[in-house]
């Protein structure tokens, strides 16, 4: 006989668990359904953003990070060191107990908060009813008074670079290095082909960032973009060539050859490693019966309205398998709003306010709109801008690179957007989301007491320069 639920979810990543411990929360019997097996062939819980993703990323960014001010940065603080190592093993055995600790808390929070756990790959059937093939295939048939799609996502292969075996590897694969590879080549040069190229840079590598399209960070304010280039090429060192289409590979002697195409021609470059990080596309592959009745657009996303109701009643989908930002905070919104809306309360997510984080160093964080978008649809505005070399914590801090830019509506004061490229810029931007969540002007931040010294005092000095009336800099001469 099947299980009831009133909440079945398919995935427990950032979407899903999180739907399913609010579903819980709410006093709704709710079941979630995961597949993943870690490398021990072990269930785990968290998703891509726990397992492969978010999280083992920004260990080995900040561990990376660290390695890179001691060899080039303790010496002005009046630290010196000898012989200097990176320890890969060490590095990657951190990542992993963090990882371990997170999913494994993940799985401790389902049950605390009552969600029932099936460890299989899930399948939603007509009439709302859900098949799970366990681990040791068996199957489970449950039915639902509401199901939650939160299936997640997978790195995109391109034709000409297929993954090879320790040579071309996706972005779960660049996580797992033995070594530091002496010359690494990344194909794009998104957020994550700069995370991942920024991490084996500072451990060492030289790094050849491949891009096709000739804007650096089109989704970014161009000026901050412009400055985040400036820096990445001429400070950090990384290799970035816009324009350039990969169109072919070969892999000989566990190095691989890879030709791509520019405004110059045909050109060759040869890698110890080569990163594919094009982009994710979304996962539903076994996850829908064909009589499902859920409908996917062109793209192979599952298609929802502003509340994330598919075209079946009662079935929702959440995070990276919806339109949208592949974020995982964007996917936790989602989750939070479908399990209020299923419990009968109102609710309803903020897609203006989403921040976006690349995490680099510094950091290139934003919210709202650009001046480009802005320009594009006719609006009005006024723009601030404060550079990180006049903020005296940053000075401390030897992280003067960068600036904080806010955008205001010219007629209302209304802030539009917020932009920074700075150390830290991952934390201050949720400034910028709670000025837009509330619909503040520039001047509620001009009348905001920030506290000294912080870096969060160019987001003060940014606000006023919107204005013109900026203190720790000299205005601009009013014509």
């Known amino acids: 006989m099947a299980q009831q639920f009133d909440v079945v979810v398919i995935g427990s990543g950032p979407g899903g668990y999180v739907a399913a411990i609010k579903a819980g929360q709410l006093g709704l019997k709710t079941a979630i359904v995961e597949k993943w097996l870690d490398k021990d062939n072990k269930p785990s819980y968290g998703g891509t953003c726990l397992n492969v993703g978010c999280i083992p990323s920004k260990a080995l960014l900040e561990s990376s990070e660290h390695f890179h001010q001691a060899k080039h940065e303790f010496d002005i603080h009046g630290i010196s060191l000898k012989d200097l190592k990176i320890d890969v093993k060490g590095m990657m055995d951190r990542k992993a107990g963090i990882v371990k600790q997170l999913t494994g808390g993940v799985s401790g929070l389902l049950k605390g908060n009552g969600v029932t756990a099936f460890e299989g790959k899930g399948m939603l059937k007509a009439n709302k009813v859900v098949e799970v093939t366990l681990h040791d295939g068996s199957v489970e048939t449950l039915e639902a008074k509401n199901v939650i799609l939160a299936t997640g996502s997978v790195p995109v292969e391109i034709p000409p670079t297929p993954l090879t075996e320790g040579v071309i590897v996706d972005s779960e694969g660049a996580l797992s290095f033995d070594s530091v590879p002496k010359r690494l080549g990344v194909i794009g040069a998104g957020v994550i082909g700069l995370e991942l190229g920024s991490v084996w840079k500072r451990l060492g590598s030289d790094v050849v960032i491949l891009e096709a399209m000739d804007k650096f960070l089109a989704a970014a304010d161009q000026g901050i973009a412009k400055d985040a280039l400036k820096y990445f090429t ?41 990163i594919v990080a094009v982009g994710r596309r979304p996962y539903t592959e076994g996850c829908l019966d064909k009589g499902c009745g859920v409908d996917l657009d062109q793209r192979g996303f599952i298609q929802v309205d502003d509340q ?13 398998v919806v339109r949208g930002p592949m974020l995982a905070h964007k996917g936790s919104e989602e989750g939070l709003m479908v399990a209020e809306i299923i419990a009968g309360h109102k609710a309803q997510m ?42 005296g914590r940053a000075m401390a801090q030897n992280a003067t690179d960068g600036q904080v830019k806010i955008i205001a509506d010219a007629k209302t004061d209304r802030v539009l957007g917020m932009h920074i490229f700075a150390a830290g810029a991952s934390e201050m931007i949720a400034q910028g989301v709670i000025a837009l ?12 007491c920030f506290a000294h ?20 800099k000299v205005n601009r001469k009013k014509r």
């Open 234 to 274: 001429k400070k950090e060192g990384l290799d970035i060539r816009l324009g350039a289409r990969v169109t072919g590979s070969s892999v000989k002697k566990n190095q691989v050859e890879v030709t791509f195409e520019t405004a110059e021609g045909e050109q060759k470059e040869t890698f110890d490693k080569l």
């Open 308 to 320: 994330c109701a598919t075209t079946v009643p009662g079935v929702y989908a959440i995070g990276d």
């Open 350 to 391: 903020n897609y203006d306010a989403i921040p976006s984080v690349i995490y680099t160093h510094p950091e290139i964080a934003w919210v709202g709109k650009t001046e480009e978008e802005l320009k594009n649809e006719g609006v009005d505005y006024k723009v601030g801008a404060f550079p990180m070399a006049a903020i």
């Open 437 to 448: 969540e509330f619909a503040s002007s520039a001047e509620d931040l001009q009348l905001t």
């Open 453 to 472: 010294p912080t870096n969060s005092e160019a987001v003060h000095e940014a606000a006023l320069a919107v204005d013109n009336i900026a203190i720790h």
